[in-house]
């Protein structure tokens, strides 16, 4: 076998194998979202949509000029945030209130949305609330 | 530089890289919050004398759900080592390996069972589910309560044998024996719209998939899996025996009826296709 044909082959196994790498249980995050586009959010929780597969939450961000912009954000699945300690509840103690967020952008360049990765509600305790992009 | 060659690299340097992030043996010794769940004491038995397989399992080897937690081991995270119990890569015929080649990532999210809110099938929800599964075990039946998507299955234990020319279902047509303390389970007659298993998304009318099941202790649920599928495999795949561990948390609702990954996948796929 030639390296060029060793390589290929190698390469079709990796494509194998890394399709097999597990990520959210409903898709895969880096089918939907760039990882190398993330970003930091501060900002005040408005709503909460908590339905499966996946919840979002909705903040109001100003932007650089001031002008405030709803954003939402998409987390895991219901039963994972459940079993991490992050129930409903959680999320609607804290609607009006500044929360923190870092997150990355949808691929397709839909505006104002964006896989959460990290959260910190109003207690500063740091929650995984998505996939963790680094 | 070809693109294969250049690609060739690529998987390289994603496996090395990969390598270097795996903990040293060394690192196993740091105190984690979340650990590997002791295999507790014998496993329990039904009147029949076979082992009892009830419980609820979580997909891990912690025994608890692990999505968005910190100060995990990440032995607690698998559900086997590779270096123990490796599993290859399906061998597949040339038309089924050229078709995966061909398409984008997202055409294979797009295709994905799970992306549409449809149930993963037999082998799937064994090899690439995130969440629990109830087993209500009697002499004569095996139910399975699958917390994704709220699904159930029923495995018969009477013994009766494979249909001649089974009714396609989306978990399929199971007969099962017991050879010792494994269960076999084999199934057949699969709709064609479940995965074959997460890394190949299609497979044919020849699909056959057998489970072992063992219950080695009692936090302990063993299952391993067998794809037979000679369309679309050049030999049958084997899984690494996975282990599943005994939570005691509550099972959860799950209906998929908020599903926006379609629409999303399908604008970016539109955009790709533009770009061509």
């Known amino acids: ?44 929780l408005t709503k909460l949509d908590w339905q499966s597969p996946h919840a979002y939450f909705y903040m109001d961000i100003k932007d650089g000029s001031g002008r405030v912009e709803s954003w939402s954000f998409q987390t895991y699945a219901l039963i994972t945030l459940r079993r991490s300690g992050t129930d409903r509840q959680v999320f609607l103690d804290n609607i009006g209130k500044e929360v923190w967020v870092r997150g990355c952008l949808a691929k397709n360049g839909r505006q104002h949305y964006a896989a959460a990765g990290t959260l910190k509600l109003s207690d500063g305790v740091l929650r995984q609330v998505g996939q963790l992009q680094d | 530089m070809t693109p294969r060659l250049r690609h060739g690299i690529a998987c390289t340097v994603v496996l090395t890289f990969l390598y270097a992030l795996s903990p040293p043996a060394g690192a196993q010794d740091k105190e984690y919050a979340i650990k590997v769940m002791p295999p507790g004491g014998p496993a329990p038995r039904l009147a029949d004398g076979h082992p009892d397989l009830s419980g609820h399992w979580l997909p891990n080897s912690a025994g608890q759900g692990l999505g968005g937690r910190f100060g995990v081991d990440p032995a607690a995270r698998a559900q086997f ?58 002499p004569r039946t095996m139910v399975q309560l699958y917390e994704v998507l709220n699904n159930w299955r029923v495995v018969h234990l009477d013994g009766r044998p494979l249909p001649r020319n089974p009714e396609p279902f989306f978990y399929g047509n199971s007969s099962a024996r017991w050879e010792g303390d494994t269960l076999v389970v084999e199934s057949t007659g699969y709709d064609e719209r479940t995965s074959m298993m997460p890394e190949v998304l299609f497979h044919s009318d020849e699909l056959r998939v057998t489970e072992r099941y063992t219950r080695p202790s009692m936090n302990y649920l063993i299952v391993e899996i067998t794809i037979n599928d000679p369309k679309v495999l050049t030999k049958p795949w084997r899984s690494a025996p996975r282990r599943w561990t005994l939570g005691d948390g509550e099972v959860y609702e799950f209906f998929c009826t908020n599903n926006r990954e379609l629409e999303e996948l399908q604008k970016l796929r539109q955009q790709e296709v533009e770009r061509k």
């Open chain 1, 1 to 44: 076998m030639t390296i060029p044909r060793l390589f290929g082959a190698a390469a079709v196994t990796c494509a194998v194998l890394l399709l097999a790498v597990p990520s959210f249980g409903h898709h895969s995050f880096a089918a939907e979202f760039d990882a190398s586009n993330c970003r930091e959010f501060t900002g005040i």
């Open chain 2, 81 to 138: 080592d590779p270096k123990v119990t490796p599993e290859e890569p399906p061998a597949l015929q040339p038309w089924a390996l050229a078709k995966i080649k061909s398409m984008t990532a997202t055409e294979i999210e797009l295709a994905k069972p799970s992306v549409n809110c449809l149930p993963r099938g037999v082998a799937s929800i064994w090899l690439q589910n995130p969440y629990s599964t109830l087993i209500v075990h009697t």
